[in-house]
């Protein structure tokens, strides 16, 4: 089965930046579109960034362009998400998901891992 698991979250400063991994197996990882959610105290699950299998094309959410950067590492099974400038707002449990297809024209949220949380404080 597929198993998806976070690392590196944790409490930061305002302006600081972290780096998210996600590890990855039980899946063609090449052939699987990988993205980043994450869910607000309080508040849904909401989409993040995410990358196709590839890793030629990404896609981000407003509220992080600029600032976050997905990237992979096939050889490693492993995707990342670079947070810089981090913001108060930013603090929520991140989510690494994973798609059955290699593409992004839909958002990857066929796998899910069970989160890392991320506290930014002013």
């Known amino acids: 089965q597929v198993q998806l698991v976070e690392s590196g979250g944790g409490l930061v400063q305002a302006g600081d930046s972290l780096r998210l991994s996600c590890g990855a197996s039980g899946l063609t990882f090449g052939s699987a579109a990988m993205g980043w959610f994450r869910r607000d105290p309080g508040k849904a699950r909401m989409f993040v960034a995410a990358?196709?299998?590839?890793?030629?094309?990404?896609r981000y959410a407003d509220s992080v362009k600029g600032r976050f950067t997905i990237s992979r590492d096939n050889a490693k099974n492993t995707v990342y998400l670079q947070m810089n400038t981090l913001k108060p707002e930013d603090t929520a449990v991140y989510y690494c998901?994973?798609?059955?297809?290699?593409?992004?024209?839909?958002?990857?949220?066929?796998?899910w891992g069970q989160g890392t949380q991320v506290t930014v404080s002013s």
């Open positions: 990358i196709t299998g590839s890793g030629r094309s990404t």
């Open positions: 998901a994973a798609s059955r297809r290699s593409d992004i024209a839909t958002t990857p949220n066929d796998y």
